[in-house]
């Protein structure tokens, strides 16, 4: 059984571990971030560090960096198996020369760090952790109650216990209304003036600025994380937020 804490440090030690991969253009799989955390003496277990590994690709997080995912077939100790390789566009999945994939022991107790000391205790989430979290909501989550569950569809009444303070559930009904279907990805934008926040889709081009996406998830269900309202610009807590849609289809949200 995982704390809060503990969880919430997997989550954000497997994503600066991504992160560090794919500022070095390096391919990877789940299971070499999960090699490198056992390597630092970190008591992870792969299917957790491999949740995080599906939630970012699922949640977007790894299309800013221009990476892209393969099904390849690596070596294991008993035979062969797939696994899914990261890489980058520009590469091939034929770089990737570490196909021999064999798991690290689990790190005995004696030398594991604590994970409640391995990042400092009440920081937020970073947004690549804050996507990833999202991309693992309704799949594989390690958050909540002190437990975990792998692989296993969340009951729908249950979900609304993975949201983060702050983040803002918008209605289905202003999803349906402004013609946004499942997988459709949208822009947050915040305009000063008038402190409102304006959601729509993402054009071309704008894949630059990450942390103000959001995407339409099954059910038509958007959620709007309170790191994404902050890189949007907006400072202000959200604590029951107007919805309309404007004219030109765009979805007008004030705090």
């Known amino acids: 059984m995982r704390t809060q804490t503990e969880s919430d440090a997997i989550l954000t030690l ?3 571990a991504m992160e560090a991969k794919m500022n070095a253009g390096e391919p990877f799989t789940a299971l070499d971030i ?3 955390l056992k390597a630092k003496n970190l008591p992870v277990r792969h299917r957790e560090v491999s949740a995080v590994v599906r939630g970012l690709y699922a949640g977007g997080g790894m299309t800013a960096f221009g990476y892209v995912r393969d099904l390849i077939y690596v070596s294991t100790p008993d035979g062969s198996a797939q ?5 980058h566009g520009t590469q091939a999945p034929a770089d990737y020369t570490l196909d021999a994939q064999d798991a690290l022991p689990p790190v005995p107790t004696d030398r594991a760090r604590a994970l409640d000391d391995a990042v400092p205790a009440g920081e937020p989430l970073s ?3 804050d996507i990833a979290l999202q991309g693992m909501v309704g799949g594989a989550v390690i958050r909540g109650g002190g437990s975990t569950a792998y692989g296993v569809s ?3 009444r249950t979900r609304s216990a993975f949201r983060r303070d702050g983040a803002i559930a918008v209605p289905r009904n202003f999803i349906e209304q402004a013609g946004y279907q499942v997988g459709d990805l949208l822009v947050l934008t915040h305009d000063a003036q008038t402190d409102t926040l304006a959601l729509q889709a993402a054009a071309p081009g704008a894949a ?3 942390g103000a996406f959001v995407k339409v998830w099954g059910d038509l269900r958007v ?3 309170k790191t994404k309202l902050r890189i949007a610009g907006c400072a202000v807590p959200v604590q029951k937020p107007t919805f309309a849609l404007d004219s030109g289809g765009s979805l007008r949200i004030e705090p």
């Open 34 to 36: 999960s090699n490198a």
């Open 14 to 16: 497997a994503t600066e």
């Open 223 to 225: 959620r709007i994380a």
């Open 208 to 210: 630059g600025v990450i």
């Open 127 to 129: 947004p690549l952790a």
């Open 83 to 87: 696994a899914y390789l990261y890489r």
């Open 154 to 156: 969340l009951p729908r």
